[in-house]
């Protein structure tokens, strides 16, 4: 498995990192060397290939070849000003857990507070709101009822059958709680 570092300059995709040694010539954009693997070089066209096909990938032409006649070369062998799709089979890189959504509904006169988040309010635009929230962090919320109303129950997964307050761990992009209140 291949991990790497992206980065768009002018353009062009420039992978750099560690590679697997089978890496295919031509497939990842470089700006040096030190951006292929270790049997391979950065050809004039800007690509990473063994030394024999080094400058011979496609994509941009250098300076060296734009006077170079390839009217009569094979058609996989003509330098073509094309754009490049780099597939490499590596996880992406995360620095920081990934932000969820977690929408809460209210039914009726009350408010869910969420931990860390804020809280909302039957009050709110069409009684909805959307937190993000860290990916596998437990989170508690409290039902909390207006009054002359009690909290009745949660209406959905998560929190179902739980009272006042139901704690869970987001896991799923998109997370829906309704919390319902009643008149005393």
């Known amino acids: ?8 300059a002018a353009g062009a995709l420039v ?3 560690c590679y ?15 951006d292929c693997a270790p049997d391979q070089t950065c050809g004039s066209d800007g ?14 032409i250098a300076a060296s070849d734009a006077g170079a006649d390839t009217s009569d ?6 330098m073509i000003d094309a754009p490049t799709t780099v597939v490499v089979d590596a996880p992406p ?4 857990p990934a932000q969820v959504v977690l929408q809460i509904e209210i039914k009726d006169r009350g408010a869910v507070m969420v ?38 129950k949660w209406e959905d997964v998560p929190c179902i059958g739980q009272d ?4 869970f761990i987001p896991t799923a992009l998109f997370t829906e709680i309704k919390a319902k209140f009643r008149r005393l």
């Open 1 to 8: 498995m291949a991990v790497l570092s992206r980065t768009l």
């Open 15 to 17: 992978a750099t990192g």
């Open 20 to 34: 697997e040694p089978q890496l295919r010539d031509c497939a990842v954009s470089c700006a040096t060397a030190a």
């Open 47 to 60: 690509k990473c290939a063994a030394p024999e096909h080094a400058g011979h990938c496609g994509g941009a």
């Open 73 to 78: 070369a094979a058609p996989d062998a003509r």
């Open 93 to 96: 890189m995360i620095d920081a």
């Open 115 to 152: 931990q860390g988040a804020g809280s909302c309010h039957h009050t709110a635009p069409n009684h909805i709101c959307q937190f993000g929230v860290p990916a596998g962090t437990p989170r508690l919320l409290t039902a909390v009822p207006d009054p002359e109303y009690r909290f009745d």
């Open 164 to 167: 006042e307050t139901c704690t």
